[in-house]
Protein backbone atom coordinates (compact mmCIF):
# COMPACT_ATOMS: atom_id res chain seq x y z
CA UNK A 1 0.00 0.00 0.00
CA UNK A 2 1.33 3.30 -1.10
CA UNK A 3 1.75 6.10 1.75
CA UNK A 4 -0.30 8.46 -0.28
CA UNK A 5 -3.73 7.59 -1.05
CA UNK A 6 -6.52 9.90 -3.11
CA UNK A 7 -9.89 9.26 -2.23
CA UNK A 8 -11.02 10.46 -6.28
CA UNK A 9 -14.36 10.40 -8.43
CA UNK A 10 -13.04 10.45 -12.04
CA UNK A 11 -15.07 13.43 -13.49
CA UNK A 12 -14.29 15.26 -10.19
CA UNK A 13 -12.29 18.59 -11.31
CA UNK A 14 -11.34 19.40 -7.35
CA UNK A 15 -9.90 15.08 -7.74
CA UNK A 16 -8.74 15.89 -11.00
CA UNK A 17 -5.61 18.82 -10.01
CA UNK A 18 -4.58 17.00 -6.96
CA UNK A 19 -3.98 13.50 -9.89
CA UNK A 20 -1.93 16.38 -12.04
CA UNK A 21 -0.26 17.68 -8.91
CA UNK A 22 0.99 13.95 -7.61
CA UNK A 23 2.22 13.02 -11.48
CA UNK A 24 4.07 16.58 -11.88
CA UNK A 25 5.91 14.97 -8.44
CA UNK A 26 5.97 11.73 -9.47
CA UNK A 27 4.42 10.76 -6.10
CA UNK A 28 3.62 6.72 -6.15
CA UNK A 29 0.18 6.95 -4.92
CA UNK A 30 -2.78 4.73 -4.72
CA UNK A 31 -6.40 5.88 -6.17
CA UNK A 32 -9.31 5.19 -3.66
CA UNK A 33 -12.43 5.61 -5.97
CA UNK A 34 -15.16 7.46 -4.48
CA UNK A 35 -18.78 7.30 -6.80
CA UNK A 36 -20.42 10.30 -7.03
CA UNK A 37 -23.35 8.95 -8.81
CA UNK A 38 -23.64 4.97 -7.26
CA UNK A 39 -25.83 3.79 -4.68
CA UNK A 40 -26.76 7.25 -4.31
CA UNK A 41 -23.34 8.64 -4.00
CA UNK A 42 -20.76 6.99 -2.09
CA UNK A 43 -19.33 10.05 -0.97
CA UNK A 44 -22.48 10.82 1.30
CA UNK A 45 -22.50 7.28 2.88
CA UNK A 46 -21.38 7.29 6.79
CA UNK A 47 -17.49 5.69 5.95
CA UNK A 48 -16.48 8.47 4.13
CA UNK A 49 -18.25 10.90 5.81
CA UNK A 50 -16.02 10.16 8.85
CA UNK A 51 -13.05 10.99 6.70
CA UNK A 52 -14.49 14.20 5.18
CA UNK A 53 -17.57 15.82 6.80
CA UNK A 54 -18.16 17.99 3.83
CA UNK A 55 -19.29 14.69 1.90
CA UNK A 56 -16.69 15.78 -1.07
CA UNK A 57 -13.76 14.99 -2.20
CA UNK A 58 -10.91 14.51 -2.97
CA UNK A 59 -9.63 13.64 0.34
CA UNK A 60 -5.78 12.67 0.86
CA UNK A 61 -4.25 10.49 3.33
CA UNK A 62 -0.40 11.16 3.77
CA UNK A 63 0.51 8.10 6.57
CA UNK A 64 -1.66 8.94 9.06
CA UNK A 65 -2.51 12.81 8.44
CA UNK A 66 -5.61 13.19 6.25
CA UNK A 67 -6.31 16.27 4.45
CA UNK A 68 -9.11 17.88 2.43
CA UNK A 69 -9.47 20.52 -0.14
CA UNK A 70 -7.70 20.32 -2.99
CA UNK A 71 -5.92 23.90 -2.48
CA UNK A 72 -4.61 22.82 0.83
CA UNK A 73 -3.65 19.46 -0.26
CA UNK A 74 -1.59 20.68 -3.13
CA UNK A 75 -0.04 23.43 -1.30
CA UNK A 76 1.03 20.87 1.35
CA UNK A 77 2.44 18.59 -1.00
CA UNK A 78 4.48 21.52 -2.39
CA UNK A 79 5.91 21.80 0.82
CA UNK A 80 6.30 18.42 2.06
CA UNK A 81 7.96 17.59 -1.12
CA UNK A 82 9.39 20.57 -3.02
CA UNK A 83 11.56 19.14 -5.32
CA UNK A 84 9.57 19.52 -8.55
CA UNK A 85 8.29 23.07 -7.56
CA UNK A 86 4.16 24.05 -8.17
CA UNK A 87 4.72 27.41 -6.39
CA UNK A 88 7.98 29.43 -7.57
CA UNK A 89 10.64 30.90 -4.91
CA UNK A 90 9.61 34.36 -5.41
CA UNK A 91 6.64 35.80 -3.62
CA UNK A 92 5.38 37.88 -6.67
CA UNK A 93 5.24 34.99 -8.69
CA UNK A 94 3.66 32.26 -6.46
CA UNK A 95 0.83 35.42 -5.62
CA UNK A 96 0.12 35.17 -9.39
CA UNK A 97 -0.32 31.20 -9.68
CA UNK A 98 -2.31 31.72 -6.58
CA UNK A 99 -4.65 34.43 -8.17
CA UNK A 100 -5.28 32.25 -11.17
CA UNK A 101 -5.90 29.32 -9.26
CA UNK A 102 -7.86 31.17 -6.98
CA UNK A 103 -10.54 32.34 -9.60
CA UNK A 104 -11.06 28.97 -11.20
CA UNK A 105 -11.23 27.07 -7.42
CA UNK A 106 -13.01 29.68 -5.46
CA UNK A 107 -15.29 32.03 -8.38
CA UNK A 108 -15.90 29.19 -11.58
CA UNK A 109 -16.09 25.79 -10.14
CA UNK A 110 -18.11 26.30 -6.61
CA UNK A 111 -21.24 27.75 -8.88
CA UNK A 112 -20.72 25.14 -11.60
CA UNK A 113 -19.87 21.66 -9.54
CA UNK A 114 -22.46 18.59 -9.50
CA UNK A 115 -23.85 19.55 -6.37
CA UNK A 116 -24.91 23.28 -7.22
CA UNK A 117 -25.90 21.53 -11.30
CA UNK A 118 -28.29 18.47 -9.39
CA UNK A 119 -29.99 21.57 -7.14
CA UNK A 120 -30.51 23.78 -10.34
CA UNK A 121 -31.93 20.93 -11.41
CA UNK A 122 -33.66 18.45 -8.93
CA UNK A 123 -34.69 20.77 -6.60
CA UNK A 124 -35.74 24.22 -8.55
CA UNK A 125 -37.04 22.25 -11.40
CA UNK A 126 -34.82 24.25 -13.53
CA UNK A 127 -34.24 23.31 -17.35
CA UNK A 128 -31.54 21.58 -19.02
CA UNK A 129 -31.32 24.59 -21.05
CA UNK A 130 -31.27 26.84 -18.56
CA UNK A 131 -28.66 24.60 -16.75
CA UNK A 132 -26.16 24.69 -19.45
CA UNK A 133 -26.92 28.98 -20.25
CA UNK A 134 -25.77 28.89 -16.66
CA UNK A 135 -23.21 27.01 -16.30
CA UNK A 136 -21.86 28.54 -19.84
CA UNK A 137 -22.16 32.43 -18.01
CA UNK A 138 -20.08 31.74 -15.60
CA UNK A 139 -17.18 30.42 -17.10
CA UNK A 140 -17.25 33.20 -20.17
CA UNK A 141 -17.19 35.55 -16.77
CA UNK A 142 -14.02 33.87 -15.25
CA UNK A 143 -12.60 32.72 -17.93
CA UNK A 144 -12.72 36.16 -19.38
CA UNK A 145 -10.69 37.03 -16.59
CA UNK A 146 -8.36 34.76 -17.16
CA UNK A 147 -7.55 35.27 -20.54
CA UNK A 148 -6.95 39.26 -19.84
CA UNK A 149 -4.75 38.45 -17.12
CA UNK A 150 -2.59 35.88 -18.56
CA UNK A 151 -2.26 38.18 -22.01
CA UNK A 152 -1.14 41.32 -19.94
CA UNK A 153 0.97 39.19 -17.65
CA UNK A 154 4.86 39.05 -18.07
CA UNK A 155 5.43 36.14 -16.13
CA UNK A 156 3.54 33.92 -18.79
CA UNK A 157 5.50 31.62 -20.90
CA UNK A 158 4.51 27.87 -22.29
CA UNK A 159 2.40 27.76 -18.92
CA UNK A 160 0.66 29.76 -16.63
CA UNK A 161 3.93 30.77 -15.13
CA UNK A 162 7.05 30.76 -17.03
CA UNK A 163 7.83 27.30 -18.91
CA UNK A 164 7.17 24.54 -16.52
CA UNK A 165 3.68 23.65 -15.29
CA UNK A 166 2.72 25.17 -11.96
CA UNK A 167 -0.44 24.85 -9.49
CA UNK A 168 -2.06 27.43 -11.40
CA UNK A 169 -1.94 24.60 -15.13
CA UNK A 170 -3.41 22.04 -12.17
CA UNK A 171 -6.23 23.85 -11.48
CA UNK A 172 -6.80 25.57 -14.97
CA UNK A 173 -6.40 22.05 -16.69
CA UNK A 174 -9.40 20.48 -15.21
CA UNK A 175 -11.34 23.46 -15.85
CA UNK A 176 -11.09 23.47 -19.17
CA UNK A 177 -11.96 20.07 -19.55
CA UNK A 178 -15.46 20.66 -17.66
CA UNK A 179 -15.83 23.75 -20.04
CA UNK A 180 -15.44 21.38 -23.03
CA UNK A 181 -17.68 18.70 -21.64
CA UNK A 182 -20.80 21.56 -21.73
CA UNK A 183 -19.52 22.32 -25.22
CA UNK A 184 -18.55 25.67 -24.04
CA UNK A 185 -16.64 27.45 -27.23
CA UNK A 186 -12.85 28.63 -25.55
CA UNK A 187 -12.34 30.20 -29.10
CA UNK A 188 -12.32 33.65 -27.16
CA UNK A 189 -9.55 32.12 -24.85
CA UNK A 190 -6.61 31.70 -27.66
CA UNK A 191 -3.98 32.01 -24.30
CA UNK A 192 -5.78 29.34 -22.35
CA UNK A 193 -6.13 27.39 -25.42
CA UNK A 194 -2.47 27.71 -25.97
CA UNK A 195 -1.84 26.40 -22.15
CA UNK A 196 -4.32 23.71 -22.51
CA UNK A 197 -2.60 22.23 -25.72
CA UNK A 198 0.67 22.90 -23.69
CA UNK A 199 -0.23 20.89 -20.64
CA UNK A 200 -1.75 18.56 -22.56
CA UNK A 201 1.57 16.68 -24.29
CA UNK A 202 2.28 16.24 -20.77
CA UNK A 203 2.21 12.49 -19.12
CA UNK A 204 1.28 13.84 -15.94
CA UNK A 205 -1.57 15.16 -17.04
CA UNK A 206 -2.38 12.84 -19.92
CA UNK A 207 -2.68 10.43 -16.62
CA UNK A 208 -4.50 12.15 -14.78
CA UNK A 209 -6.97 12.91 -17.20
CA UNK A 210 -10.97 11.64 -16.31
CA UNK A 211 -10.94 9.26 -18.53
CA UNK A 212 -7.46 7.27 -17.41
CA UNK A 213 -8.90 6.55 -14.46
CA UNK A 214 -9.92 3.06 -12.67
CA UNK A 215 -13.19 4.05 -12.38
CA UNK A 216 -14.18 5.95 -15.54
CA UNK A 217 -16.90 5.43 -17.25
CA UNK A 218 -16.66 5.49 -20.99
Known amino acids: ?????????WRSSAAYRVRIALNLKQLVHEIIPVSLINNGGEHRQSDYTKLNPQQLVPTLFHGDRVLR???AIIEYLDEVYPEVPLLLSDPRSSSWIRSLSQIIACDIHPLDNLRVLSYLTDELGV???QKSSWYGHWIHTGFAAIERLLEDSPIVGEFCAGDTATMADCVLIPQVYNAQRFEVSLQAYPNIERITQNCQQLVAFKQAAPEQQIDAIV
Open 1 to 9: MSDIRLYSY
Open 127 to 129: SDT
Open 69 to 71: QSM
